[in-house]
């Protein structure tokens, strides 16, 4: 069964500053997401990545296969990024479900 | 707008009583999940579905039965067998199916906050 770490648990920040959440797992991976949940609980989807580097905005998303490690980073970061990121891995194909760390809560200050 | 919804948003149970939570989803996807969570841990899988009529225990299954008659549903019921109900619940779904060896994202509800009185 896969192991998924993440951290820091905790991060404050100041408006416009850089963010990397870490996360790593300890079995090779078919896919790994990265997932937003907000305070009411709902959860939306960042990414899905295998290999390399995603951006979506200020967000980007990197995974390095062989050390079995992926980050998420924020640049320019602002209040409304204050939420619980969330990495999740699946390890093989098919539609069986994901296997999620505990989440990074990241309060972003003005 | 297509999405997935979860009723209700907050739920009571007595000990001893069995509740059903709602999902339904219009994105026409095959593949449904329900998740567990508790604070401080991560989500678990409790029970999911890759297509109609079928569907296969998560890693905490105990306590739990769901049913899948249609596409677009997937209620979980709550057992008096679960000792330990109280978690917010989560449902997803996604395009991903037993026809396909591929990864798609998932996409979540809103959730489900079922305490115990």
């Known amino acids: 069964k896969n192991e998924v770490e993440q951290s820091p648990q905790n991060l404050t920040a100041q408006e416009g500053e850089f963010i990397t959440i870490n996360c790593s797992y300890s079995?090779?991976?078919?896919?790994l997401h990265w997932l937003q949940q907000h305070p009411g609980g709902g959860i939306v989807s960042l990414f899905m990545?295998?290999?390399g580097k995603k951006k979506h905005g200020r967000l980007i998303a990197t995974i390095n296969i062989q050390e079995k490690h992926s980050s998420l980073h924020i640049t320019a970061s602002h209040p409304r990024d204050s939420a619980v990121y969330i990495c999740?891995?699946?390890?093989?194909?098919?539609?069986?479900?994901?296997?999620f760390g505990k989440g990074t809560h990241l309060i972003i200050q003005p | 707008d297509g999405g997935i919804t979860q009723s209700p948003k907050y739920l009571f149970r007595k000990e001893g009583q069995n509740v059903t939570l709602s999902c339904e989803q219009n994105?026409?996807?095959?593949?449904m999940y329900w998740y567990r969570q508790d604070p401080g841990q991560g989500l678990r899988l409790i029970y999911y579905?890759?297509?109609?009529?079928?569907?296969q225990k998560g890693d905490i299954a105990e306590g739990y039965s769901v049913s899948r008659e249609k596409k677009e549903s997937f209620p979980l019921t709550v057992t008096s067998a679960q000792k330990n109900p109280t978690a917010f619940y989560l449902c997803?779904?996604?395009?991903?199916?037993?026809?396909?060896?591929?990864?798609?994202?998932?996409?979540f509800g809103d959730g489900t906050r079922l305490s115990i009185l």
């Open positions: 999740a891995v699946r390890s093989g194909g098919g539609a069986d479900g994901l296997t």
């Open positions: 990545l295998s290999s």
């Open positions: 994105l026409n996807h095959d593949a």
């Open positions: 579905s890759q297509i109609v009529n079928d569907f």
């Open positions: 997803a779904s996604s395009t991903d199916g037993p026809a396909l060896n591929m990864n798609q994202p998932q996409h």
């Open positions: 079995v090779g991976i078919s896919a």
